[in-house]
């Protein structure tokens, strides 16, 4: 059945108590973000109703429109009373517009033939659904399902979930070209329109982690990936000490007028005779606090009359203004895990626990490639028809930024043969070949006709702006990808597929692209189904209001900018146009490029 509609259909079947709509309410965000326009068809018990009492249309209805429309600016509703039976739910398919959709979904229809997952929960107490209903194409559940084949998911796991969904959709397009098999395989996606997301996750899961790791000086560490967890050999501090310059007194003795000062204590030295009551110790930032003496009355607080003191009027806290041994980190305490890439502060910590050296992965190989006839190297002169190389040095930047070790392989020269050739060489040199240009569907480029003959490189449509052509695969075992040509995308292609790949690569680990919420400043335009990234400036506004504005022009060609903004503006596929006011998500792009 289902065989006239445009689109796919899947359902979601599971007893009452299961949470289906509250499981639905939370897939459907990550649906739509990955790029799917859902439909949902929902069955409900006889006496619902969306109208409410008092309403016109409920007023109109009542008195005999047995169909009737009613529409906004924002949406329409079709209500159509159905007294003598239930509609049809072929007819109900086809009351939606699937030309606006991706894919149905339909909770309940229980007893309906079409594909459906099974939700279950063990504490509901009823029996599987799979064994007597072969409509059943997977399980997500807290428990495991026996004897069955069908894939499995954890009903908590709302991303897998998520991701049976779009693979689900992706494949069972209904075929329109005649060429089209209508698996899910990379064939199929060859070339294939995918979402920002699966992208990234099909690239992600390719790519592995370098092995080999090294000793390196905490000095030279700056951007390197710990490839081992660093534990605290000792306390830091490693002595209870004085946060202030000031007078050291016992906590059970607050309550004097006056204190005898019986020593000074600078940083590097120590008062070792245990504090007495009625005593005080002058005591210097850092230096050791002594014993008893666990309270410090910082030095403007004090009145000195020759070897006395008083602190006046003062409200002492026992315990103020004193660091305790090892309450920055204690010993043996876990400072930081394998994966975490370092910057200053680690730096500074890993030499406060007395380490000069750490444990990183090795340097990343990057081969950087440019292609196209028209390309010619900077500080040549300019031939006619021709541009200068930009997305080479851009990308170079990129890769110095990730701290990856960088093989400049130049323009390559448009000639099939040469190009395998040089392809070749950079996988044996290189961990990662990088190249931009020719990659669009239809390019005529012989860098495309050389990867087509390498194999295992899929070209790709991406459903985003700009960026859409992208080549990934694997040229001697080794990822490659094939950046377009125009100088933004390049950039915009690096930073949602490359970098992240790189990262996961470099062994770093927990690593999120930087995304929040601003206000926009101007209409901004994007179109349903892709992923929009205008180039943006963003400010805190007098308001201290975080609002966001566009560089302007937004062609792809145009490298400036990039240059001038500090992030992008990310419009999701589910939206076409945010209007000045209303919030955007911005990809702040400090330390990223
Ligand atoms: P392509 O994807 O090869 O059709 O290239 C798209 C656009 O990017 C064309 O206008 C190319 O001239 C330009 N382009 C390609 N490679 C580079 C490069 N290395 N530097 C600057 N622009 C380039
Ligand atoms: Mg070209």
């Not at 209001?545 to 596929?573: D, F, H, Y």
Request: net charge negative; proline share 5%; aromatic share 6%.
């Amino acid at each position: 059945m289902n065989d006239s509609l445009p689109i796919p259909i899947l359902g979601f079947a599971a007893y009452s108590g299961t949470g289906k709509t509250t499981l639905l309410e939370a897939l459907l965000p990550k649906l739509t973000k990955a790029g799917l326009r859902i439909g949902m068809l929902k069955h409900a018990h006889h006496n619902f109703d969306v109208d409410k009492e008092g309403k016109d249309s409920y007023r109109l209805r009542k008195a005999g429109a047995s169909q009737m429309l009613i529409s906004s600016r924002n949406r329409f509703a079709l209500m159509t009373e159905t007294p003598d039976s239930e509609s049809e739910f072929e007819y109900l398919l086809g009351r939606f517009d699937t030309s606006k959709l991706d894919i149905i979904l339909v909770e309940g229809c229980k007893n309906i033939a079409f594909p459906k997952i099974e939700l279950h929960r063990e504490i509901v107490g009823k029996p599987w659904l799979y064994p007597n209903d072969g409509n059943i194409i997977a399980i997500a559940s807290d428990a495991q399902a026996t004897d069955t084949d069908l894939p499995q998911m954890n009903i908590n796991d709302l991303e897998s979930i998520s991701q049976f969904v779009v693979n689900y959709a992706a494949s069972h397009k209904p075929a329109k070209q005649s060429n089209s098999t209508d698996t899910a395989s990379c064939d199929t996606l060859s070339p294939a329109f995918l979402s920002v997301e699966q992208g990234v996750a099909k690239i992600l899961s390719l790519v592995g982690t370098v092995e080999e790791t090294e000793e390196c000086a905490v000095e030279a560490a700056y951007g390197r990936v710990l490839s081992d967890n660093v534990v605290s050999p000792v306390n830091v501090p490693q002595y209870t000490n004085s946060a202030m310059d000031g007078y050291a007194i016992r906590s059970d003795d607050l309550q004097r007028e006056t204190y005898k000062v019986v020593a000074e204590v600078m940083a590097g030295h120590a008062y070792d005779s245990p504090l007495q009551l009625g005593e005080a110790v002058k005591i210097m930032t850092g230096a050791p606090t002594p014993e008893h003496g666990d309270t410090v009355v910082m030095r403007e607080q004090a009145t000195t009359t020759g070897d006395t003191v008083t602190f006046n009027g003062v409200n002492i806290k026992p315990g103020q203004n004193v660091r305790q041994a090892g309450e920055d980190l204690a010993i043996g305490s876990s400072v930081f895990n394998k994966g975490q890439r370092l910057s200053s502060a680690e730096m500074g910590m890993i030499a406060s626990l007395g380490f000069d050296e750490c444990s990183v992965f090795r340097q990343l190989k990057v081969a950087v490639f440019s292609t196209g006839d028209e390309v010619q190297a900077p500080g040549t002169p300019q031939k006619v028809n021709s541009i200068y190389d930009s997305n080479r040095f851009t990308i170079i930047g990129l890769l110095e930024k990730l701290g990856c070790d960088i093989l400049d392989f130049g323009i390559l020269e448009d000639n099939e043969e040469m190009m395998i050739q040089a392809l070749q060489d950079a996988s044996e040199q290189a961990d990662v070949v990088l190249t931009s240009g020719g990659v669009s569907v239809g390019d005529a480029d012989y860098i495309k006709l050389a990867l087509e003959k390498l194999g295992q490189i899929d070209f790709w449509r991406i459903n985003m702006r700009p960026g859409r052509p992208l080549a990934f695969g694997q040229i001697n075992g080794k990822p490659f990808f094939g950046l377009p040509g125009n100088p933004v995308a390049v950039m915009v292609s690096f930073i949602n597929f490359v970098e992240p790949a790189l990262r996961q690569m470099q062994g770093e680990e927990g690593w999120r692209p930087l995304k929040v919420n601003a206000v926009a400043c101007e209409n901004l335009r994007s179109r349903q189904g892709r992923t929009e990234f205008t180039r943006g400036i963003y400010e805190l506004d007098t308001n201290g209001q975080l609002t966001v504005r566009t560089t302007g022009k937004q062609g792809s060609g145009i490298l400036r900018s990039m240059s001038e903004a500090n992030c992008l503006i990310e419009i999701s596929p589910a939206v076409d146009t945010v209007k000045s006011g209303e919030s955007v998500t911005i990809i702040p792009l400090q330390g990223r490029i």
